[in-house]
């Protein structure tokens, strides 16, 4: 079983930066996709950006603040978000796709595996 860990999120003002860890067990992390979504109060979950083998994606609201990495020796991966506004909170999760070499999915449902999620708060 696949176990996701996230960490870094925190209270913020208006354009600073935060730099989200997810530690994810398991072997064959670096052949599996890795996915960021978020969740604010009242709304639906949202894709934030992932990576896998082959590629990049991100939501078109992030493009350009964010970007997600990851360090397979590690494990783990990251995502740095830069100039966070008040529309930025959110719990942020992170997310494997169960299969190998499958693509950076921008929908939810093509995940298998969850974080417990972490909570970013940027202030006005």
């Known amino acids: 079983q696949v176990q996701l860990v996230e960490s870094g999120g925190g209270l913020v003002q208006a354009g600073a930066s935060l730099r989200l860890s997810c530690a994810a067990s398991g072997r064959t992390f670096s052949t599996r996709a890795m996915g960021w979504f978020r969740q604010a109060p009242g709304k639906e979950r949202e894709f934030v950006a992932a990576i896998s083998w082959n590629g990049l994606s991100y939501a078109d609201s992030v493009k350009d603040r964010f970007t997600i990495s990851r360090d397979n020796a590690k494990n783990t991966v990251y995502l740095q978000m830069n100039s966070l506004k008040p529309e930025d909170t959110a719990v942020y999760y992170c997310?494997?796709?169960?299969?190998?070499?499958?693509?950076?999915?921008?929908?939810?449902?093509?995940?298998?595996?969850w974080g417990q999620g972490t909570q970013v708060t940027v202030s006005s």
């Open positions: 997310a494997q796709r169960q299969s190998p070499y499958m693509g950076p999915s921008t929908e939810l449902g093509q995940y298998a595996y």
